[in-house]
């Protein structure tokens, strides 16, 4: 990211805090501070005034270090206390995003004159549109995680363990520039409903499921994608009609998705797809989440979201299937959503099947 793209976005907290009761933010969760800064620790405080600072036990490499001033070498002091005693005990609006509960009670016994209050909203939804650079990034970074997903799946043989996947995926991860996100999930047999992975050294046998989750970060833009795999002969019948009614689930969801739509009506419509098709929605887990800085970041379709799709959203959409005592389905994709079209930026294959 240029020094550009990140003077623009401070000015766009700046603005919405001048036009808030908010006098002063907190900034303590290490993807906003990132998506601000570029740096990926520490403490950021911005001013309603413009200025902002950087506060450290670590050395600070940000583009913007003639534009943040940066306090570091702090030793092991807390770094939301040293901001907020820079910040000054005076009568004053403070927003913060992240804040345990101990800290928080902390903070209004030790700064009687300080009014905290939440600015996560304001921050995600910042972070909810994405500029073309980003979505660039998420686009190199969903080609990598394909790539590795369909080399695993044409690697899968008798014998074939977690570590053999994990490390198929990594290898590819890495030697394409890329970071793994999170380390793959894989899950064989039982496990694929007890979303676990599997024993590292479990291996594969015939008439078996593997579910695999796999990510890739370009200069800290994720994406993954889950695919399921039967591995053996024909599947059997209800597996493969589970399997079909996941698919048509996520492409309605998708259908459904557009500027401005509400995440909760997404939902509900969703649920009500499931029963006409014939599955029963308590099996199924979240329809989709955001995806940008963190694998899992807003707008979330599920129960009782106050989200929006606003103009530029990426996210990943596919609800997992969960039926105990017999598998677990995972099918996921990421879209790019515009006023003009859907984008998936997605494309492993999606053969149930691996003969």
Same mark, same amino acid.
Not at 22 to 28: G, N
């Given at each position: ?29 290490? *993807? ?28 600070? #490499?940000?583009?913007? *270090? ?150 890739? *970060? ?16 024909? *599947? ?104 003009? #079209? ?14």
């Amino acid at each position: 990211m240029s020094p550009q793209t990140f003077e623009e976005r401070l000015e766009k907290l700046v603005s919405r805090l001048r036009a808030s009761s908010i006098e002063a933010v907190v900034l303590s969760s290490p *993807a906003n501070v990132y998506y601000f800064t570029g740096v990926r620790h520490g403490v950021l405080t911005v001013s309603g005034d413009g200025v902002a600072s950087i506060f450290s036990n670590a050395p600070v #490499n940000t583009p913007l *270090a003639g534009r943040i001033s940066i306090v570091e070498k702090l030793g092991r002091r807390d770094l939301f206390s040293t901001a907020l005693e820079y910040i000054g005990d005076r009568r004053m609006t403070i927003g913060y995003d992240i804040m345990t509960v101990d800290a928080y009670q902390s903070i209004i016994k030790s700064y009687p004159s300080f009014s905290l209050t939440s600015v996560k909203d304001i921050v995600y939804e910042q972070r909810q549109t994405k500029t073309p650079r980003e979505v660039e990034l998420l686009k190199k970074a969903s080609s990598i995680v394909c790539t590795a997903v369909d080399i695993v799946r044409e690697m899968i043989t008798d014998g074939t363990t977690p570590s053999d996947i994990r490390r198929a995926i990594a290898d590819t991860v890495y030697r394409s520039g890329a970071d793994l996100a999170f380390n793959p999930r894989v899950s064989i047999g039982d496990d694929t409903f007890l979303q676990s992975d599997s024993p590292p050294n479990h291996g594969i046998r015939r008439n078996q499921l593997i579910r695999i989750t796999a990510s890739a *970060a370009v200069e800290g833009y994720v994406a993954y994608v889950s695919r399921t795999f039967y591995y053996g002969e024909k *599947a059997p019948d209800k597996l493969v009609k589970n399997y079909q009614q996941l698919l048509k689930l996520k492409e309605y969801i998708k259908s459904l998705l557009g500027v401005w739509s509400s995440a909760v009506s997404i939902y509900d419509r969703g649920r009500a797809y499931a029963l006409e098709i014939g599955l029963e929605p308590a099996t199924l887990t979240t329809f989709g989440k955001g995806v940008g800085i963190e694998e899992e970041e807003p707008p979330f379709i599920q129960s009782g979201s106050p989200d929006l799709i606003r103009e530029g959203t990426v996210l990943s959409i596919g609800p997992d299937l969960l039926l105990p005592g017999r598998y677990g389905l995972s099918f996921s994709d990421i879209y790019h959503v515009t006023a003009k #079209n859907i984008q998936q930026l997605t494309d492993a294959k999606t053969d149930l099947e691996i003969l």
